[in-house]
């Protein structure tokens, strides 16, 4: 009988046997179904002519290559590798590769040695307590597979996550000899796992050795379940087993799954937990009431979780684009892997594609060894490319090659690495411009803007100054080990009427400075640098007759004039009392009295 053994990036190698005509592309009402965006929705057909199968080509766009060459028809032979995309399918006339020999319910019992039990025991305990300590589900897993072969003492292991064969990526465990590849399922094998939910033992392969070698002697296999939900499964094999694994082996198979399950939960919620906690953390770069942070705030949370969809985030330097970009993160399913930042502005053309795609040992001078790029790192996660607008158009034609195709080609390299990344992309240029002037290309725009957020400046959000100030000086005295009571109504007033051409970031370095400044336990104007504490003279009104342009000397001099007039009214309305003189102000009592000192004012001081 003929089968397919389909194979593919991040797909578990799986073979189906060619019974009757079958229809091979994306859309789900084919035959096998075969989630690659490079397969056409219906791709190929297979179809028995006489004593032969023809494999047909049936319109699409990447076309059917057998043996490397583009062709519509073709009458297959064993050894044939037909390609699809970027899925593989080797024709094989070797039996069916596996056959279910029991199910759970059914299979034989054979009990094992009283040290043998111990020491599976030993196993089980040391694996629940080094899980404990583990919030990664990657070591998760891999610990499993340690402690599935050291106590079974299979030749072979592997994990297959997720409820879809198109969508299981796999960890393998293999000896010096065994390639990744070499560890084929039955189509039948993992419908039983997946969709029945059934742990099997699987039976001796009766069929003719291949080129790879001997066939197995025995497998079993075991779904990843829990509360309902399929995980994936877990299957082990071994080629030079003396006796088949039986029922006992399969129990033990199935409690070690069902404790790493537990394991992989509590891992998942803890690393969804934080995700919340940095996604709050993120919150606080867009804090405020206003209209517009609330408007941006409300995308944050609809368009965070269109995992698949690229966004593109447009605002004047400073404004905390990059905040957006983690907050988007954060509200994300990615959420529970890191977010990979690149500056686009700060990498020089000569090594752009080195960071992005990476490189291969040798590839230029000082590649000593391979490196991952940016793409590769972010895969299954979010990669954020700022200022994006300063990228040349060499490195906007490679990047957008990129984002269609999904793959990328490290430096050196031959081979092309499948990547899954949702794109954020940050500028704060006008783009649109940019495509008119020829320096931005138009169909990576498109690419990229598929949503657009705009992060408004600090000036049209005026209300939204004071609760940024105390949360920045919040964090400020943090590192400073300095505690301050907060801002006096002088210094919000003159913050709230600066128009902050550097945005959040300059109102950061203010607070940073002033927080410095600050000789009592209140930040006054005083404190603040001199273009932001005379910001509010500048806006206001000159009086009639007055000059036209001040000085900035005649201007700053009316400062200390002002300051004396409000210090003495207080003073009067407080019947001399300078604690209460300074709570009018909103200042302590003793910058108060270092006031009433500078400007000699009489007064009856009668704070107690």
């Not at 995308?299 to 995992?307: D, L, V």
């Not at 505690?483 to 109102?507: I, K, M, Q, S």
Request: charged content about 25%; aromatic content about 4%.
């Amino acid at each position: 009988m003929m089968h397919l053994v389909v194979r593919g990036t991040g797909l578990v190698p799986f073979s189906i046997p060619l019974l009757a005509e079958m229809c091979v592309g994306r859309h789900e009402k084919n035959d096998l179904v075969l989630a690659d965006h490079r397969i056409s929705r219906r791709h190929a057909r297979f179809s028995p002519v006489e004593d032969a199968w023809i494999v047909s080509d049936e319109g699409s766009t990447h076309g059917t290559f057998v043996n490397g060459v583009r062709t519509s028809r073709h009458r297959l032979c064993d050894g044939d590798r037909i390609q699809l995309g970027n899925v593989l399918l080797e024709v094989t006339t070797a039996e069916e590769v596996q056959s279910v020999l029991h199910s759970l319910s059914t299979a034989s019992v054979s009990s094992v040695g009283e040290g043998e039990a111990e020491r599976r025991l030993a196993v089980i305990y040391e694996l629940a307590h080094a899980l404990r300590a583990l919030d990664d589900s990657e070591e998760l897993l891999e610990r499993m597979l340690d402690a599935v072969a050291r106590a079974l003492g299979c030749e072979r292991a592997m994990i297959g996550l997720g409820s879809e064969m198109s969508g299981l990526r796999r960890i393998v465990r293999k000896g010096a000899e065994v390639g990744p590849d070499d560890l084929v399922l039955s189509r039948g094998v993992l419908h039983t796992m997946l969709v029945a939910r059934e742990a099997v033992l699987l039976g001796e392969q009766r069929g003719r050795a291949t080129a790879r070698g001997p066939q197995r002697s025995s497998a079993m296999g075991a779904p990843l379940e829990a509360g309902g939900r399929v995980l994936g499964f877990v299957y082990v094999d071994d080629r030079r087993r003396a006796a088949p694994f039986v029922q006992q082996d399969l129990d033990y198979l199935i409690a070690i799954a069902r404790l790493v399950v537990g394991a992989l939960e509590c891992a998942e919620q803890r690393q969804r937990d934080m995700a919340l906690t940095k996604a709050a953390a993120a919150a606080h770069g867009i804090l405020g009431e206003s209209k517009p942070i609330v408007a941006l705030q409300a995308e944050i949370r609809k368009y965070g979780p269109a995992t698949g969809t690229h966004v593109l985030i447009r605002g004047e330097s400073g404004t905390g684009k990059e905040l957006v970009a983690g907050a988007l993160h954060a509200a994300s399913p990615r959420a529970s892997r890191p977010l990979i930042p690149v500056n686009c502005a700060a990498i020089p053309d000569s090594l752009i594609e080195s960071e992005l795609f990476g490189h291969v040992r040798g590839a230029f001078t000082g590649a000593l060894r391979d490196r991952k790029g940016s793409f590769e790192l972010a895969s299954g996660s979010t990669l954020f490319l700022d200022e994006i607008g300063d990228l040349s158009l060499p490195a906007q034609a490679k990047l957008l090659r990129a984002i269609q195709e999904g793959e990328i080609l490290p430096v050196g390299s031959e081979r092309l690495v499948r990547v899954d990344v949702r794109i954020i992309a940050a500028t704060h240029k006008d783009l649109l411009r940019e495509i008119e002037a020829g320096r931005f290309r138009e169909d990576l725009y498109y690419r990229i803007a598929v949503i657009e957020l705009m992060v408004p400046p600090l000036r049209e959000r005026t209300e939204d100054i004071e609760p940024l100030a105390h949360v920045l000086l919040e964090a400020q005295m943090s590192k400073m080990g300095k505690r301050l009571l907060g801002f006096t109504p002088a210094a919000l007033d003159a913050l709230r009427r600066y128009r902050w051409p550097g945005n959040v970031r300059e109102l950061k370095n203010e607070v940073e400075l002033s927080a410095l400044n600050a000789a009592s336990g209140w930040i006054d104007v005083c404190d603040l640098r001199s273009r932001v504490a005379t910001a509010g003279e500048r806006q206001r009104p000159h009086a009639p007759g007055g000059p036209v342009n001040p000085s900035l000397s005649a201007r700053f001099s009316s400062l200390e004039e002002q300051e004396r007039a409000l210090v003495v009214e207080a003073v009067e309305t407080a019947g001399g009392n300078l604690a209460e003189a300074a709570r009018l102000l909103g200042i302590t009592r003793q910058m108060m009295r270092g006031r009433v000192e500078r400007f000699s004012i009489k007064h009856a001081d009668t704070d107690r």
